[in-house]
């Protein structure tokens, strides 16, 4: 497994601005991801980030509301633009590691996200 | 549109006794499977997994049973403790497309009392 912290930790934010949410993994990793969790609702994967290449987004998610950044294989960002009350989530990142032959993911502790 | 699905968004059970969560999933192709379990302000954690190649996977009290033909899986939990109160996510994988990548269902709030 690996040790994934995220910061912050919660945060209330104004419509209109930005928020930019890291994560840290204890370990080199190649997958990355990023997920959001609405109330109520299930983990909605929003984009994969590996090293090396452009994120790959999710439909009903585009750059320019989450542009993500993946500068090394233990550090990567995702900020939420723009930011309206829609956006009032639980953000996550999780790692892809190798086990039994596939890759299982690992999260993070989560960021709760609330727009005013 | 919802891949995978869990029906039941609550389950109350009392401590000793068996829970049983379920899943269903519409993707034929799915061939990989997980449950996670989440408290709150934490990140779900990895519990279990079964390959679609078994029918059943065990490890300690949690057992995964999968029904391929009827695609439904489901877990078991023997005895429950009140430390299994939590949320339990369900999620599959395509391991023939994009590496990783995984669908969730809703989540299941198990409740486990004394």
């Known amino acids: 497994s690996a040790v994934i912290s995220q910061k912050p930790s919660r945060d209330i934010c104004q419509r209109g601005t930005s928020l930019t949410i890291q994560c840290q993994v204890d370990?080199?990793?190649?997958?990355m991801f990023w997920y959001r969790q609405q109330p109520g609702q299930s983990l909605t994967l929003i984009a994969t980030a590996n090293q090396g290449s452009e994120a790959t987004y999710e439909s009903g998610f585009v750059i320019d509301k989450f542009p993500i950044s993946r500068p090394n294989l233990t550090f990567s960002t995702l900020t939420v633009s723009n930011m309206s009350p829609e956006d009032s989530s639980i953000y996550l990142c999780?790692?892809?590691?190798?086990?039994?032959?596939?890759?299982?993911?690992?999260f993070g502790p989560g960021t709760r996200l609330t727009v005013t | 549109d919802q891949q995978v699905k869990q029906n039941s968004p609550s389950l109350s059970v009392q401590e000793g006794r068996i829970s049983i969560l379920n899943c269903d999933y519409t993707?034929?192709?799915?061939?990989?499977f997980l449950w996670y379990k989440k408290y709150p302000a934490e990140g779900p954690t990895f519990l279990i997994s079964?390959?679609?190649?078994?029918d059943k996977n065990e490890d300690g009290r949690f057992t995964v049973f999968l029904n391929k033909s009827a695609k439904h899986l489901s877990l078991h939990i023997v005895p429950s403790q009140p430390g299994d109160s939590a949320v339990y996510f369900c999620a599959a994988s395509d391991r023939g497309s994009t590496l990783g990548r995984l669908y969730f269902g809703r989540g299941t709030q198990l409740t486990v009392w004394p």
């Open positions: 079964i390959s679609s190649i078994k």
């Open positions: 370990s080199q990793v190649t997958m």
């Open positions: 993707n034929s192709m799915f061939d990989y």
């Open positions: 999780s790692v892809g590691l190798p086990g039994q032959g596939v890759y299982e993911q690992y």
